[in-house]
């Protein structure tokens, strides 16, 4: 019940284009939802967050869609760019529970 | 504002010794974790600390790990003795006081390999 489950593993998309990596989890209790960004040889860095009063949130180019009744939520990457290549992980917490990280996609944006 | 530093950056060493891992965090930050991330995985939590006291060390293996943070600031995590499937990166991470496990800052990590 403390999983978070990530798809895809990796993921290959031509520059310009639309990356989405998305997250399942099971227990209702979380109230927080990060994307981690990873680059390598450096720790992960907070891209963007949502809690789940809300369906959809947008900073720049990054979007987290959020599906409360699916227990889903997703990180859409808009016109993808070579420097966006990285390891991306989704994660959860609800009150002061650890942050529980999900398996990580390799995103590739290809030039 | 300076991030979180962690040194070293690589450690080897042999199956049996001990090795000790440090993190300085960001200036402020009353909140200060230690994770460890096996290769393609995420990072998991090993303890966390509210200034010098741990409330979170769950996921600690409390046979040969041991982590301390005597004046609330900077921290060591120590492993001893170390097992091959130790090998891994640890990452310390800090956070403002308030809401735990939210807008973590992470170091780069200390990568360790056990011969």
């Known amino acids: 019940q403390q999983q978070v489950k990530q798809s895809p593993q990796s993921l290959i998309v031509q520059k310009g284009g639309i990356s989405i990596i998305n997250c399942a989890y099971e227990?209702?209790?979380?109230?927080?939802f990060p994307w981690y960004q990873q680059f390598p040889g450096k720790g992960p860095a907070l891209l963007i967050a949502i809690r789940p009063d809300v369906s959809e949130k947008k900073e720049g180019r990054f979007t987290i869609s959020f599906n409360k009744s699916a227990k889903q939520f997703s990180l859409h990457i808009m016109d993808s760019q070579p420097g966006d290549s990285a390891t991306y992980f989704c994660?959860?917490?609800?009150?002061?529970?650890?942050?529980?990280f999900g398996q990580g996609t390799r995103l590739t944006i290809n030039p | 504002e300076a991030g979180v530093v962690q040194s070293p950056r690589y450690k080897i060493i042999e199956k049996k010794q001990p090795v000790a891992f440090w993190c300085n965090p960001i200036?402020?930050?009353?909140?200060l974790y230690w994770y460890r991330q096996n290769l393609g995985q995420g990072p998991e939590l090993l303890i966390r600390?509210?200034?010098?006291?741990?409330?979170?060390d769950s996921q600690l293996p409390k046979d040969r790990f041991s982590a301390e943070r005597l004046k609330g600031v900077d921290s060591t995590l120590k492993i001893q003795p170390a097992e091959l499937g130790d090998s891994a990166v640890y990452l310390c991470?800090?956070?403002?006081?308030?809401?735990?496990?939210?807008?973590?800052?992470f170091g780069s990590g200390t990568q360790l390999s056990v011969l």
């Open positions: 600390y509210e200034n010098e006291e741990a409330v979170d």
């Open positions: 200036s402020g930050h009353n909140t």
């Open positions: 991470a800090s956070s403002r006081a308030g809401v735990p496990n939210e807008k973590l800052f």
């Open positions: 227990n209702t209790a979380f109230d927080y």
């Open positions: 994660a959860a917490s609800w009150g002061a529970q650890k942050l529980v």
